[in-house]
């Protein structure tokens, strides 16, 4: 059975504490994406990476942070956390479209989540 | 204007009965069309996926794109309590950025 696993389903910090939220998955998948969810806003992307220690922007990168040294693991770091950004976090993975033999390139793979609270 | 508009709901039905979920979107360039259900407290899994208009059936699901009026739905025949859960809408232009809607929580009741 595959999987994305993060590595807490529940955390809580405090303002200004450095956060790291871990992400491994077992498909040996090339892409990885981290989101956040909020009600009514959906879900929004942070950054995501195609490539072991490539990393590109998403729509909200401001005050977040990434780090992918291998290609299992994707790791998103609050810098300074805020109450801001008190959120469900998370993690998807993909690979690149293999169109040939029918295969889909999308976030078909999400971890259960990580609900982050900061106070 | 969000590029995706996806009524939030709560949408509440009979089991048995036929679940129909929309989107709108405001991007023409979308070529790449998604559903996807989460569970509470989990995270999303992919449901149905649609390459540009047309309809696509996986047994009691139907997705549905209307790419002329900017539109697309989903269908859940003979609807179970199971099914209770919230359906993201999703779209892409075929690049790494995918753009969610914020869901429809839908409750089928026994």
């Known amino acids: 059975d595959v999987k994305v696993t993060q590595s807490s389903r529940y955390l809580v910090k405090r303002t200004g504490e450095k956060v790291f939220l871990e992400c491994v998955q077992d498909?040996?998948?090339?892409?990885m994406f981290w989101y956040r969810q909020d009600p009514g806003l959906g879900l929004r992307l942070i950054y995501f990476?195609?490539?072991?220690?490539?990393?590109e922007k998403g729509d909200i990168p401001e005050g977040y942070s990434v780090s992918r040294e291998k290609k299992e693991r994707f790791s998103l770091i609050l810098e300074s956390a805020s109450t801001n950004q008190t959120s469900m976090y998370l993690c998807?993975?993909?690979?690149?479209?293999?169109?040939?033999?029918?295969?889909?390139?999308?976030?078909?793979?999400f971890g259960q989540g990580t609900r982050l609270t900061v106070v | 204007q969000k590029e995706v508009e996806q009524d939030p709901g709560p949408l509440s039905v009979p089991e048995g009965a036929i679940v129909s979920l929309n989107c709108t979107y405001s991007n023409s360039a979308f070529q790449y069309f998604m559903w996807y259900r989460q569970y509470s407290r989990k995270g999303p899994e992919l449901l149905m996926y649609?390459?540009?208009?047309g309809n696509k059936e996986d047994g009691r699901f139907t997705a549905q794109v209307d790419k002329s009026s900017k539109y697309i739905s989903l269908f859940i025949r003979d609807s179970q309590p199971s099914d209770s859960a919230t359906y993201l809408c999703?779209?892409?232009?075929?690049?790494?950025?995918?753009?969610f809607g914020a869901g429809t929580r839908l409750f089928v009741k026994a």
């Open positions: 998807a993975s993909s690979s690149p479209p293999q169109l040939d033999r029918g295969a889909w390139d999308t976030e078909a793979f």
């Open positions: 649609t390459y540009s208009s």
């Open positions: 990476s195609y490539d072991v220690k490539m990393k």
């Open positions: 999703a779209m892409k232009t075929g690049g790494f950025k995918t753009i």
């Open positions: 498909m040996d998948h090339e892409n």
